[in-house]
């Protein structure tokens, strides 16, 4: 039993001994006790229940501590917290053998008890163990860094192979696979066994004697045999096969020796034509001195009979082929049969010969050598048959040939651009030559002209554009003619007068301007009109080619910015008194009345500082549609009808609309900020034809439809209708109006109001 197991036994009967006096009753209380119960260390245990009331740290619910004293009143002493301890007889902090009980370690013992040698203080779980040839188990994990598995006296960690006796240190090092003397190498240049390698740097199996290596195995780039003589080639090595190349392939220390492999045949060529003679032969790698590689020389002693010898006719074989003047001979002539003995052979009957042969001619060209008539000097005829034996049977050039015209588009006439000629019509030829279009069938002398189509129906070379055939095209489709129905007929608005007309120079536009002009149109009389913003009344005057002026009655107090004249020749304006915008049409007389009235909300950029908001342009179609600009809005196109003077506005756009014009093709041109566009009135749809760099001002069209803008950048642009491109036409100064006169000048009135206006023009081609 341990030491402290017989202290607890010991204090357990000390207790059951104790306190053996007279027992007191249960009920019976002392004469001071009033009957609660007694508590003297407070610790909340009565002293009925607390083993020891006099100590607070003494109760039932106390934690047992290794104090020799009963804390938890259980009966036992120091349970559940004694340590165990273990005899260190050595020192090194690990115990053994059996351990004991106690609070404390006793002086000698340790907690630790894996010690598995407690007499050595060198052996213990933290030892280290280094030495692999100790058998000691220093570190007590039950096993040593010792081991000799194979029993050569060579301990494992000294032992490459532990597990061959024949392997270790002191082993003798052969050629097999292993590291046999441990010395890190295996199979190395010292085995007992190695043998003798030589560098073979070409690969062809013989090494470099000169260049030699010990070693178990052939190393990379060496070989077992020795001998070659240039191991920078492959091909020349002893078991190479010698060939004439100025090398000793075979290593034999003989170059070229005639017995080499490739060694020729070589033949004595004594006349030195290249040709040497059968008869005499030798081998060799070069050619001996007069002899060649050739041995079909037929007679070596004429320099001039070979087998490259050309066969002539002259007596003898110089070929060498065995014949004697043979039909291939290069001088030998073909002949040709001439059975008709017209002069002409048959190419089909050839005779090749050095002499010509009976009934043969030298010529080849009889195409039927049964007929004497038919030769190659014969004339071809239209008669079926090929009389001059060219191929062709009564060819186009036959002496009795038509002519004939292509007629691509089977209308019956021909193209006169493509004769042909023939015995017969080719196909798709006729005899006729005056088709003017031999791609439309629709389009040849025989069919009725459709005018304004673009096409020459009946190939009469006239104007499609001129129906009434008075030399001037129709004025829709670029001419000058206005009704092209009436070959007399030079009326309307826009329609070039006649040629004879000359309309109003600028000197005296200059010299009969109104004070204060402000707009110019032209009529086909060739005479100018000039409205005028003069304060007081205001006019249009007109002023004829002579310089006659006569006036057209204006309003009291009005602004006449825009004019223009309806296709009826009178004189329509647009005008305002300072708030209200009117459009006025000239009436039977010389009178200008209102057709209609309208407030304007702004008005046009130039004509703020000149006009105070009147529109700045107005143009009349043939629909009597006066159409103006900003009537009711800065960006709306209104139409007045001055039949019957109602108002409607068709378009509305973003920016200000500065320049209305009817084109000659009737078609109405507006402009709007930069843009240039062309207005479908009838679908009340626009489409922008030109954006310029700056805002266009006043537009005019010529009779060729190009367009003609003045923009606020001082410049006069040129609009071309054919290719839609514009270019500048001139650079000017100030505001100003454009206007096209009747004889086709482009003419500007350069405003200055209220002061005379001045003006400029450029003359324009058709």
């Not at 106390?62 to 002493?77: F, I, P, Y």
């Not at 165990?84 to 115990?95: F, I, N, S, V």
């Not at 009235?597 to 549609?625: E, K, L, P, Q, R």
């Not at 009808?641 to 068709?650: F, R």
Request: glycine share 12%; charged share 25%.
């Amino acid at each position: 039993m341990s030491r402290l197991a017989t202290l607890t036994l010991l204090a357990l009967t000390l207790a059951a001994c104790k306190d053996e006096g007279p027992s007191v009753s249960e009920t019976a209380l002392p004469p001071t006790d009033s009957g609660a119960a007694v508590d003297n260390d407070g610790d909340g245990v009565p002293s009925d229940e607390d083993c020891d009331d006099d100590d607070a740290s003494v109760n039932p619910s106390a934690e047992e501590l290794c104090d020799d004293q009963d804390n938890n009143c259980d009966g036992q002493v120091d349970e559940g917290v004694l340590g165990l301890w273990y005899a260190d007889g050595d020192g090194d902090g690990y115990g053994a053998g059996e351990p004991v009980e106690a609070c404390t370690a006793p002086e000698g013992y340790v907690a630790s008890a894996e010690d598995c040698d407690d007499a050595r203080a060198e052996v213990n779980p933290a030892a280290a163990e280094t030495d692999c040839a100790d058998p000691t188990d220093y570190n007590c994990d039950g096993s040593t860094g010792f081991a000799d598995n194979d029993g050569d006296g060579f301990p494992a960690c000294e032992d490459c192979d532990d597990g061959d006796g024949a392997v270790n240190p002191d082993g003798v090092e052969i050629c097999d696979g292993l590291d046999n003397n441990c010395d890190g190498l295996t199979d190395g240049a010292d085995a007992l066994d190695a043998a003798t390698y030589y560098q073979d740097r070409d690969g062809d199996s013989y090494g470099d004697v000169d260049f030699a290596e010990l070693a178990c195995a052939a190393p990379e780039g060496y070989a077992a045999q020795a001998g070659d003589c240039d191991d920078g080639a492959a091909a020349v090595n002893p078991s190479a096969t010698e060939v004439c190349n100025s090398l000793d392939d075979d290593c034999d220390e003989a170059i070229d020796e005639d017995d080499a492999a490739d060694a020729g045949a070589w033949y004595t060529d004594n006349d030195g034509d290249g040709f040497g003679d059968p008869g005499a032969a030798q081998l060799a790698c070069e050619a001996p001195e007069g002899s060649v590689a050739d041995a079909t020389d037929c007679d070596d002693a004429e320099g001039t009979v070979n087998p490259d010898a050309a066969e002539v006719c002259d007596g003898q074989d110089n070929n060498c082929d065995g014949a004697v003047d043979e039909d291939s001979a290069v001088d030998a002539a073909t002949w040709y049969s001439d059975a008709d003995e017209d002069g002409f052979g048959d190419a089909g009957a050839a005779i090749v010969a050095c002499e010509q042969p009976s009934g043969a001619v030298a010529d080849a060209s009889d195409c039927d050598d049964g007929q004497g008539a038919v030769n190659p000097d014969a004339t071809e005829r239209c008669d079926g048959q090929d009389n001059d034996c060219d191929g062709d049977v009564d060819e186009p050039d036959a002496a009795d040939a038509s002519t004939w015209y292509g007629d691509a588009d089977s209308d019956g006439y021909g193209d006169a651009g493509a004769p042909v000629l023939g015995c017969d019509a080719p196909s798709g030829t006729v005899a006729d030559a005056t088709d003017c279009d031999d791609g439309d069938g629709g389009v040849n002398p025989g069919e009725a002209e459709v005018y304004y189509d673009g096409v020459d129906a009946d190939c009469d070379e006239a104007s499609d554009y001129d129906a009434d055939g008075d030399g001037d095209d129709a004025e829709l489709y670029g001419g000058g003619d206005c009704d092209d129905g009436d070959a007399g007929a030079y009326t309307g608005l826009n329609c070039r007068p006649d040629p004879g007309c000359v309309s109003v120079s600028l000197t005296t536009l200059a010299a009969k301007d109104p004070t204060g002009g402000t707009d110019l149109v032209y009529d086909d009389s060739c005479a100018a009109y000039v409205s005028t913003i003069i304060s007081g009344t205001d006019y249009v005057y007109k002023i004829a080619a002579d310089g006659t002026v006569s006036i057209i009655t204006g309003y009291s107090n009005y602004n006449i910015p825009a004019m223009t004249l309806s296709p009826a020749g009178k004189v329509v304006v647009s005008h305002n008194d300072n708030s209200t915008n009117a459009v006025g049409q000239q009436g039977s007389g010389a009178t200008i009345g209102n057709v209609v009235n309208g407030t304007f909300t702004t008005g046009s950029s130039w004509a703020i500082g000149f006009m105070n908001y009147c529109s700045s342009s107005i143009a009349v179609d043939d629909a009597n549609c006066a159409w103006t600009p900003n009537f009711s809005g800065s960006g709306t196109l209104v139409c007045v009808n001055l039949s019957t003077s109602a108002k409607s506005t068709l378009l509305t756009f973003s920016d200000r609309i500065e320049g209305v014009y009817i084109g000659p093709d009737g078609g109405l041109y507006a402009s709007a900020g930069k843009v240039l566009y062309t207005v479908n009135t009838s679908a009340a749809s626009s489409l922008a034809l030109y954006t310029a760099s700056a805002t266009i001002l006043d537009i005019v069209v010529d009779y060729n439809g190009d367009v003609y803008l003045e923009t606020t950048a001082n410049e006069i642009l040129h609009y071309d209708a054919s290719s839609a491109t514009a270019s500048t036409l001139a650079t000017v100064s100030g505001d100003g109006k454009l206007s096209i006169s009747p004889d086709g000048r482009l003419v500007r009135l350069i405003l200055n109001p209220p002061s005379a206006a001045s003006y400029q023009e450029w003359t324009l081609g058709d």
